[in-house]
């Protein structure tokens, strides 16, 4: 299990990370989600000791994280990079030993993996012959090349193909089906939702979400109801306060309602209006959770992150 | 995994990919060819089939030219021989490149005489003259009726060379020597330190520091760099001086001071020393820019240095081996490398001397790493523009 304590970072006047904590537990593809500058590359470089946290700490199976611990980690940048004139095959066997692996060991998983990415004839090539696409999947077997106990990526599917995007997929599906700890971040919030299990979402260096996808969902107030009543045209909504309409068309309104509606009033005036056709209720969805989440807090506001 | 481990994997990358770059092959073989070619086209241009220009002072034994031309032809040595009336004559066609070599020998043969070069004397001539001179004397005295033992001794002596300038042969190729390594120190630094501040700044703009960083300390990749680059950098200069010394050796052209062993020795080790400092600097200079254009800048200072620190070397060190600005120039790091070397060549250094400099500059050498390495790891994933040293440092916490 992968555990974010209380990280708080400053560059100068800037608050990268203002205590934030969260879990990842291994075998769980975790999603990672905040705006831009919200300190999710961050994160990645102190789990990776490239930032020095100003306080907190990064715990990796209960223990503080560690340079031997780190070498069981993979990692893809945000900014990609490798040694453009570099051979393929030589590439990933380089950074396989940097992890510890023999040379043996490293040549082998390397031929592997640029198999595994159809680039088992582009071995011998320099990284910088390799198209866009083929580079990304380099770079995405250097992360893999020594089988990894905890997988971070940062903005893996940025600039993908929707080829390499399902390739990406299957190989994040397949790392957490063995066991590993998978984080990655994305602003592709569909994907996302279709991918992950559990996600973290972050906001001015804060934790404001985190959990499980369908239970942050449960949990939300805000929820999707589609009413359709027969030649009612929405009328019989008219003086019901605590609804917020999203769309009405013909006989259909779409709501969105929290708590503290009672559903089955609501049912009932609908049923008093006409044939009810469609009643139906649905959790938000992700995009809506994410941006619920990071909206910015009242002023007032100074609850802390345990 | 072993820090050791992690350092040489970086060296190794740095050694194979460089070492199989064109570039570095090249620049071996092209190095190589200037050294050889600077030593093998004088002796093709100047040797071989242009004679000898022999002058003789009158008054001279008869049948020395005769004998010196038969000397030349049993040598096969071309040569032409003039005479000239008096020793002021034959010195000023000397100075002036109308004789490359004046022999003097006493009109009855009473002594081996006398061989005068302007500077250096050329070695194979030499050897036919004494042949040619040493032959008459032996005749001479073999001619008298009872042959004096003693006298035929004598008559075996080789006439005595003597160099009009008041430089010897030895100093003169010490001379060449302490040049010729003061600029491959200077070279080697540039060459191979400019290496490492390119590879820093390649690494960082491609991105890729950031993946290496992951796993690597952010000092043990400066350090295995500076290693991987210097290992090259050694393969270079030992390819250089087996070539020199081998195109010296076959051409004949340059007579090596007996020194020669302890100099090369010497050379290496401050090449390895000036190389250690310098490419430290240069690395942890780099890693502040975040283009290759920015590194230029960068690296101003510490080009500054080395570029003063040879001056400094090849004026006023040779100009006084054993001077005060020699001395004081012997114990301080950046200088050292040219300096020691250069005075060891001159022997105007005793071996405490060296010992001290090596140990100082040692210290240098760790201080500076010290430093670079946290600069390094405080600039080296900061990226956009230059990073002023001082947020470098405090951020390499």
Same mark, same amino acid.
């Given at each position: 299990?992968?555990?974010?304590?209380?990280?708080?970072?400053?560059?100068?006047?800037?608050?990268?990370?203002?205590?934030?904590?969260?879990?990842?537990?291994?075998?769980?593809?975790?999603?990672?989600?905040?705006?831009?500058?919200a300190g999710k590359t961050t994160t990645m470089r102190c789990v990776f000791g490239l930032a020095a946290p100003?306080?907190?700490?990064?715990?990796?199976?209960?223990?503080?994280?560690?340079?031997?611990?780190?070498?069981?980690?993979?990692?893809?940048?945000?900014?990609?990079?490798?040694?453009?004139?570099?051979?393929?095959?030589?590439?990933?066997?380089?950074?396989?030993?940097?992890?510890?692996?023999?040379?043996?060991?490293?040549?082998?998983?390397? *031929?592997?993996?640029?198999?595994?990415?159809?680039?088992?004839?582009?071995?011998?090539?320099?990284?910088?012959?390799?198209?866009?696409?083929?580079?990304?999947?380099?770079?995405?077997?250097? &992360?893999?090349?020594?089988?990894?106990?905890?997988?971070?990526?940062?903005?893996?599917?940025?600039?993908?193909?929707?080829?390499?995007?399902?390739?990406?997929?299957?190989?994040?599906?397949?790392? *957490?089906?063995?066991?590993?700890?998978?984080?990655?971040?994305?602003?592709?919030?569909?994907?996302?939702?279709?991918?992950?299990?559990?996600?973290?979402?972050?906001?001015?260096?804060?934790?404001?979400?985190?959990?499980?996808?369908?239970?942050?969902?449960? *949990?939300?107030?805000?929820?999707?109801?589609?009413?359709?009543?027969?030649? &009612?045209?929405?009328?019989?909504?008219?003086?019901?306060?605590?609804?917020?309409?999203?769309?009405?068309?013909?006989?259909?309104?779409?709501?969105?309602?929290?708590?503290?509606?009672?559903?089955?009033?609501?049912?009932?005036?609908?049923?008093?209006?006409?044939?009810?056709?469609?009643?139906?209720?649905?959790?938000?969805?992700?995009?809506?959770?994410?941006?619920?989440?990071?909206?910015?807090?009242?002023?007032?506001?100074?609850?802390?992150? *345990? | 995994?072993?820090?050791?481990?992690?350092?040489?994997?970086?060296?190794?990358?740095?050694?194979?990919?460089?070492?199989?770059?064109?570039?570095?092959?090249?620049?071996?073989?092209?190095?190589?060819?200037?050294?050889?070619?600077?030593?093998?086209?004088?002796?093709?241009?100047?040797?071989?089939?242009?004679?000898?220009?022999?002058?003789?002072? +009158?008054?001279?034994?008869?049948?020395?030219?005769?004998?010196?031309?038969?000397?030349?032809?049993?040598?096969?040595?071309?040569?032409?021989?003039?005479?000239?009336?008096?020793?002021?004559?034959?010195?000023?066609?000397?100075?002036?490149?109308?004789?490359?070599?004046?022999?003097?020998?006493?009109?009855?043969?009473?002594?081996?005489?006398?061989?005068?070069?302007?500077?250096?004397?050329?070695?194979?001539?030499?050897?036919?003259?004494?042949?040619?001179?040493?032959?008459?004397?032996?005749?001479?005295?073999?001619?008298?009726?009872?042959?004096?033992?003693?006298?035929?001794? +004598?008559?075996?002596?080789?006439?005595?060379?003597?160099?009009?300038?008041?430089?010897?042969?030895? +100093?003169?190729?010490?001379?060449?020597?302490?040049?010729?390594?003061?600029?491959?120190?200077?070279?080697?630094?540039?060459?191979f330190g400019f290496t490492v501040l390119t590879g820093v700044v390649e690494e960082k703009q491609s991105r890729?520091?950031?993946?290496?960083?992951?796993?690597?300390?952010?000092?043990?990749?400066?350090?295995?760099?500076?290693?991987?680059?210097?290992?090259?950098?050694?393969?270079?200069?030992?390819?250089?001086?087996?070539?020199?010394?081998?195109?010296?050796?076959?051409?004949?052209?340059?007579?090596?001071?007996?020194?020669?062993?302890?100099?090369?020795?010497?050379?290496?080790?401050?090449?390895?020393?000036?190389?250690?400092?310098?490419?430290?600097?240069?690395?942890?200079?780099?890693?502040?820019?975040?283009?290759?254009?920015?590194?230029?800048?960068?690296?101003?200072?510490?080009?500054?240095?080395?570029?003063?620190?040879?001056?400094?070397?090849?004026?006023?060190?040779?100009?006084?081996?054993?001077?005060?600005?020699?001395?004081?120039?012997?114990?301080?790091?950046?200088?050292?490398?040219?300096?020691?070397?250069?005075?060891?060549?001159?022997?105007?250094?005793?071996?405490?001397?060296?010992?001290?400099?090596?140990?100082?500059?040692?210290?240098?050498?760790?201080?500076?790493?010290?430093?670079?390495?946290?600069?390094?790891?405080?600039?080296?994933?900061?990226?956009?523009?230059?990073?002023?040293?001082? +947020?470098?440092?405090?951020?390499?916490?």
């Amino acid at each position: 299990m992968l555990e974010i304590i209380d990280l708080t970072k400053r560059y100068g006047p800037v608050v990268a990370l203002d205590g934030a904590s969260f879990t990842a537990r291994p075998g769980r593809i975790v999603g990672f989600l905040g705006p831009n500058g919200a300190g999710k590359t961050t994160t990645m470089r102190c789990v990776f000791g490239l930032a020095a946290p100003d306080r907190g700490e990064v715990r990796w199976k209960g223990q503080p994280v560690d340079r031997d611990m780190r070498l069981r980690f993979g990692y893809m940048p945000e900014q990609r990079g490798l040694y453009p004139r570099m051979r393929v095959a030589e590439q990933l066997s380089y950074f396989g030993q940097q992890h510890g692996m023999s040379g043996k060991a490293a040549n082998a998983s390397a *031929a592997a993996w640029l198999e595994r990415m159809g680039l088992g004839d582009r071995a011998k090539s320099k990284l910088e012959e390799l198209s866009h696409g083929n580079q990304q999947r380099v770079q995405l077997a250097t &992360a893999l090349v020594h089988d990894p106990e905890l997988l971070v990526l940062d903005e893996p599917f940025s600039g993908l193909d929707p080829i390499g995007i399902a390739t990406m997929t299957d190989v994040v599906r397949e790392q *957490a089906s063995k066991g590993s700890g998978v984080v990655f971040s994305s602003h592709q919030l569909d994907l996302v939702e279709d991918v992950c299990e559990d996600v973290v979402i972050i906001a001015r260096g804060r934790i404001v979400a985190s959990g499980a996808i369908d239970e942050l969902k449960a *949990a939300s107030g805000r929820q999707h109801l589609e009413i359709e009543v027969a030649g &009612a045209h929405g009328d019989w909504l008219d003086g019901h306060g605590a609804l917020q309409v999203l769309d009405r068309s013909g006989d259909k309104v779409k709501l969105l309602v929290d708590r503290s509606v009672d559903l089955t009033d609501l049912l009932a005036r609908a049923k008093a209006a006409g044939e009810v056709r469609t009643f139906s209720y649905e959790p938000p969805k992700l995009s809506e959770l994410f941006m619920e989440a990071v909206a910015p807090e009242p002023a007032a506001d100074t609850r802390e992150v *345990a | 995994m072993p820090r050791w481990r992690s350092i040489w994997l970086v060296a190794r990358r740095e050694i194979l990919e460089r070492g199989r770059s064109r570039g570095f092959i090249l620049s071996v073989a092209f190095t190589t060819l200037i050294v050889v070619g600077s030593f093998v086209i004088p002796a093709i241009v100047f040797g071989g089939d242009n004679p000898t220009k022999v002058g003789i002072v +009158d008054p001279s034994p008869s049948g020395l030219q005769a004998a010196i031309e038969q000397s030349a032809e049993r040598f096969d040595h071309k040569v032409v021989v003039t005479t000239y009336p008096s020793s002021a004559a034959a010195d000023e066609a000397l100075t002036g490149g109308g004789a490359d070599l004046v022999v003097q020998v006493p009109p009855d043969l009473s002594g081996p005489g006398e061989i005068r070069v302007k500077r250096q004397p050329d070695q194979a001539t030499a050897q036919v003259i004494a042949a040619a001179t040493v032959a008459l004397r032996v005749q001479n005295v073999l001619g008298e009726s009872n042959v004096d033992q003693s006298a035929l001794a +004598d008559a075996q002596r080789p006439p005595e060379t003597r160099s009009l300038q008041a430089e010897t042969e030895q +100093d003169q190729a010490k001379f060449l020597v302490a040049n010729i390594g003061a600029v491959l120190i200077l070279v080697g630094i540039f060459s191979f330190g400019f290496t490492v501040l390119t590879g820093v700044v390649e690494e960082k703009q491609s991105r890729v520091v950031e993946v290496v960083l992951s796993t690597v300390r952010a000092r043990d990749l400066l350090m295995g760099k500076v290693l991987g680059i210097g290992v090259l950098g050694i393969v270079q200069l030992a390819v250089f001086i087996t070539a020199a010394l081998i195109a010296a050796y076959a051409t004949n052209r340059l007579v090596l001071p007996t020194t020669t062993p302890g100099t090369v020795v010497l050379l290496a080790l401050w090449f390895v020393l000036g190389y250690l400092l310098y490419s430290t600097a240069l690395g942890f200079l780099g890693a502040l820019a975040s283009r290759q254009e920015e590194a230029s800048n960068a690296s101003t200072p510490v080009t500054m240095v080395a570029m003063i620190s040879y001056f400094v070397a090849i004026f006023a060190v040779i100009d006084d081996p054993d001077g005060l600005v020699a001395n004081i120039a012997t114990f301080f790091p950046p200088s050292a490398p040219f300096v020691v070397p250069l005075r060891a060549a001159f022997d105007a250094i005793p071996l405490w001397q060296i010992g001290v400099a090596a140990i100082l500059t040692i210290i240098g050498i760790y201080i500076l790493f010290t430093i670079g390495a946290r600069v390094y790891a405080g600039a080296v994933l900061q990226f956009g523009g230059r990073i002023k040293l001082r +947020d470098a440092w405090r951020s390499g916490e």
